[in-house]
């Protein structure tokens, strides 16, 4: 519904505007709010602030309409305002359209041509409103994400990315913080946002300085692609490196930060998964690996980062590990030899 301001001192204007647009009224696209003169148009402006165009006689006592136009692009940047002025008025018509006066109407005023005005205004004052949205995303947008991204994502290459589905070699890790629903149920939301928050930007960085792809935030858990030479490897470290800094971070409220990851390489579907009628999908890999990935991290302990056997012949010779026995992972067949690693 678009929300018109009419400001004229002529009280049967309001009854026949009322009565023009009874159809647009009725099927609420339209809502009228009437002042008598500028001052009167300013104090509904006040209280009405989503008012989106307004019609303004320019003779009107108490202050007229161009001082009313004067400090309606003050108030209201956003609002455009329909001058309505009597034939032979040129001189006022155009020190509004100086003033910043989107349009003009005449008296008598030619409901045909006034209602055609109104939809013109309306529609350029809809195109400001999503322009000036379309900035702030854009400019959100540029705080977190780099240029080159940027770029990226305006490129046919992007699009072409949007829709390939195929099968790749890598290795996911899932990342999560022990115990931290204890803290969830006895602090503030803020105070728990934001204990979580320091802990993922920990985990984050060493993602990232090893060349991995945070692939999403699951609760208090992350989850990580690594891609591209020696994968393993770099997961590997990167998950070293982040028990490491979470161990040494202090104790807050009583809870002593620790990390549980699980570790698992192999071949993997990426692509768009999701509800396209929702337009919400998301990039992401599944499959096998991937499932058992979580699974490992679901048997892992405080500080433990845990690895299948499979994983294990491929680093043995650049890791330490230690076996855990053959454990029973949920909804697998069989028991899997595990295996630590210890640095």
């Given at each position: 519904?678009?929300?018109?301001?009419?400001?004229?001192?002529?009280?049967?204007?309001?009854?026949?505007?009322?009565?023009?647009?009874?159809?647009?009224?009725?099927?609420?696209?339209?809502?009228?709010?009437?002042?008598?003169?500028?001052?009167?148009?300013?104090?509904?402006?006040?209280?009405?602030?989503?008012?989106?165009?307004?019609?303004?006689?320019?003779?009107?006592?108490?202050?007229?309409?161009?001082?009313?136009?004067?400090?309606l692009s003050e108030m209201a940047p956003l609002s455009k305002t329909v001058m309505v002025s009597a034939y032979g008025d040129m001189d006022n018509i155009r020190t509004a359209m100086n003033r910043g006066a989107f349009d003009f109407v005449t008296k008598p005023i030619n409901f045909e041509d006034l209602a055609l005005t109104m939809e013109k205004t309306i529609r350029h004052v809809?195109?400001?409103?999503?322009?000036?949205?379309?900035?702030?995303?854009?400019?959100?947008?540029?705080?977190?994400?780099?240029?080159?991204?940027?770029?990226?994502?305006?490129?046919?290459?992007?699009?072409?990315?949007?829709?390939?589905?195929?099968?790749?070699?890598?290795?996911?890790?899932?990342?999560?913080?022990?115990?931290?629903?204890?803290?969830?149920?006895?602090?503030?939301?803020?105070?728990?946002?934001?204990?979580?928050?320091?802990?993922?930007?920990?985990?984050?960085?060493?993602?990232?300085?090893?060349?991995?792809?945070?692939?999403?935030?699951?609760?208090?858990?992350?989850?990580?692609?690594?891609?591209?030479?020696?994968?393993?490897?770099?997961?590997?470290?990167?998950?070293?490196?982040?028990?490491?800094?979470?161990?040494?971070?202090?104790?807050?409220?009583?809870?002593?930060?620790?990390?549980?990851?699980?570790?698992?390489?192999?071949?993997?579907?990426?692509?768009?998964?999701?509800?396209?009628?929702?337009?919400?999908?998301?990039?992401?890999?599944?499959?096998?690996?991937?499932?058992?990935?979580?699974?490992?991290?679901?048997?892992?302990?405080?500080?433990?980062?845990?690895?299948?056997?499979?994983?294990?012949?491929?680093?043995?010779?650049?890791?330490?590990?230690?076996?855990?026995?053959?454990?029973?992972?949920?909804?697998?067949?069989?028991?899997?030899?595990?295996?630590?690693?210890?640095?």
């Amino acid at each position: 519904m678009t929300k018109i301001l009419v400001a004229d001192d002529e009280v049967d204007l309001e009854t026949l505007i009322r009565q023009k647009f009874r159809q647009k009224i009725r099927e609420q696209h339209y809502e009228f709010v009437f002042a008598v003169n500028g001052k009167d148009a300013l104090q509904k402006m006040q209280e009405h602030p989503d008012i989106a165009v307004v019609l303004s006689d320019i003779n009107m006592p108490e202050m007229d309409g161009l001082t009313l136009l004067t400090k309606l692009s003050e108030m209201a940047p956003l609002s455009k305002t329909v001058m309505v002025s009597a034939y032979g008025d040129m001189d006022n018509i155009r020190t509004a359209m100086n003033r910043g006066a989107f349009d003009f109407v005449t008296k008598p005023i030619n409901f045909e041509d006034l209602a055609l005005t109104m939809e013109k205004t309306i529609r350029h004052v809809e195109q400001m409103k999503a322009t000036l949205k379309a900035i702030k995303e854009n400019n959100i947008l540029r705080m977190y994400v780099d240029e080159n991204v940027l770029t990226f994502m305006t490129s046919k290459e992007f699009e072409h990315s949007l829709t390939a589905n195929e099968t790749i070699e890598a290795t996911v890790a899932f990342i999560d913080i022990c115990g931290f629903t204890a803290i969830s149920e006895k602090e503030s939301p803020d105070t728990v946002v934001q204990l979580l928050n320091r802990y993922f930007d920990v985990i984050v960085k060493e993602i990232i300085t090893q060349n991995g792809i945070v692939d999403k935030f699951m609760g208090d858990c992350v989850m990580a692609v690594f891609k591209g030479e020696f994968h393993l490897d770099r997961a590997i470290d990167a998950s070293l490196n982040i028990r490491n800094k979470i161990d040494a971070l202090p104790n807050e409220m009583s809870f002593s930060p620790k990390v549980a990851i699980g570790i698992n390489s192999g071949e993997m579907i990426t692509g768009n998964i999701g509800a396209a009628s929702l337009r919400r999908l998301d990039f992401t890999v599944i499959g096998d690996v991937v499932n058992t990935a979580q699974r490992l991290q679901a048997v892992a302990g405080n500080s433990q980062i845990v690895i299948s056997d499979v994983c294990y012949e491929k680093v043995k010779q650049s890791f330490n590990c230690q076996s855990l026995g053959r454990i029973q992972l949920k909804n697998k067949s069989e028991a899997m030899t595990l295996y630590e690693v210890l640095n």
